[in-house]
């Protein structure tokens, strides 16, 4: 009778707490509790009230209700733990995990309008308006996050890349300054901030930002690729080889850096080189022009059958190649033994230049432009160089064409004449 009276004791001051509580902050997820007490106190009364012998199970239940729950949780709230905030996030998260996106925003306005200071309810709500496309109200949610929680450098990442999507790049490339200061191993913001002085052609300060993060990532070949692309910009094609080269060991397959390190051996003229850059870098997205690239190489080095049939195989998997090839007077000797079949009337054929080749889903934008940046290089030292080179490579590919012409005149000489003796006899 004594752990009865000791119980309903206990049972009813909890009660009452839990009942003020509710009043004082006017949040109706206490009643939760209120209803598993009074369930509880309804057990042990519904016991005492039958002379219902005590089980094990309705007694850990009616503890459990009464007394145990609600002690933790005045606990939790004696040591600044809210547990309205947990309840709500939790079923928030609940929700967002049933794919109710719209209902998990509602619960977590509710809460964040109810506990200002609500650190997690802010930043899951910054993530429901970011899935909906709502960047504005995602930015302010983030900053309130941030204002919270001083070292929450995920959320200050955020707000760059989405201001970033905004076109506010200043402002972005602002925040992600300020942020690889406190934070300079924070990798995503180093390659952001990156990004976005190269948009902004500030390839110097891209090259510190690139190269500071290598510090905490060594090993890392996007960071030395790139730099390689910074270096190109900056027509520093020596350190440009040696970073390409870098993220090349490290990944193999980066058949980009194999293609740049391509173009760079074929501006300095380094056909040998060059050539075997390019047949590494045929078995990645830009297989037609290494095969184009390749095809360039074997006019150089006047082996002419390699050079059609390159070029052949090149416009045969990029017809836009075909266009661009037409331009090139290096294939001008050779235009005539184009023998891919590309119908004009197709809309993929159009006037176009290198950058717009590059221009897929595959390639960052900064890659684009690097290459293109090399093409226009390679082009302007071959007109530079024209008047030295052009009449020993012309040489070369009319000695071949006036072999292959001699052969066939004599080869139809020699039918003529057996032809005539075949009409004496």
Partial sequence: MFEKVLFNLLAFSLFIIIFFKIIRKNDANYVILLVLQAIGIS?????????????????????????????????????????????????????????DNKAAKQ??????????????????????????GGMRRAIDEYVTAVDINKKDSKSYF?????????????????????????????????????????????????????????????ADFDLYYNLGIVYTRLS???????????????????????????????????????EKYFEKSLYGELEAMSYYQLAKIYVYKGEKDKAINFLNKAIELDPNLLKLAEKEKTFEKIRTHITVSVKMNEPIIKDINAEEIFGNNVLKEQEVIARNYLEESSRVIEEMSENMTKEKINEKLDYIFNKENTEKELDEKDKQIEKEERQRN
């Fill in 107 to 132: 619960v977590l306005i509710k809460l964040v309008s109810k506990y200002q200071e609500s650190y997690i309810g802010h930043k899951m709500l910054a993530e429901c308006y970011e899935k909906e």
């Fill in 236 to 274: 520093d094609f020596k350190m440009a080889q040696e970073m390409y080269e870098k993220a090349a060991a490290i990944n193999h397959k980066l058949y980009g850096a194999h293609y740049n390190l391509g173009l760079i051996a074929f501006i300095q003229r380094e056909y040998e080189i060059a």
């Fill in 43 to 99: 057990i042990s009364f519904i016991e005492v009230k039958l002379g219902i012998d005590e089980s094990v199970f309705w007694g850990t239940v009616r503890y459990l209700f009464s007394i145990i729950i609600p002690f933790i949780i005045i606990t939790m709230e004696i040591n600044g733990i809210n547990f309205s905030e947990i309840l709500s996030i939790a079923l928030a998260k609940f929700l967002i995990m049933k794919g």
């Fill in 158 to 218: 955020k707000i760059a890349a989405l201001l970033r999507d905004l076109g506010k790049k200043d402002e972005a490339i602002q925040m992600l300054e300020n942020l690889v200061k406190v934070k300079p191993d924070c990798y995503e913001a180093s390659c952001l901030l990156g990004e976005l002085l190269c948009e902004q052609e500030r390839f110097k300060e891209a090259a510190n930002v690139y190269n500071a993060a290598l510090i905490y990532r060594p």
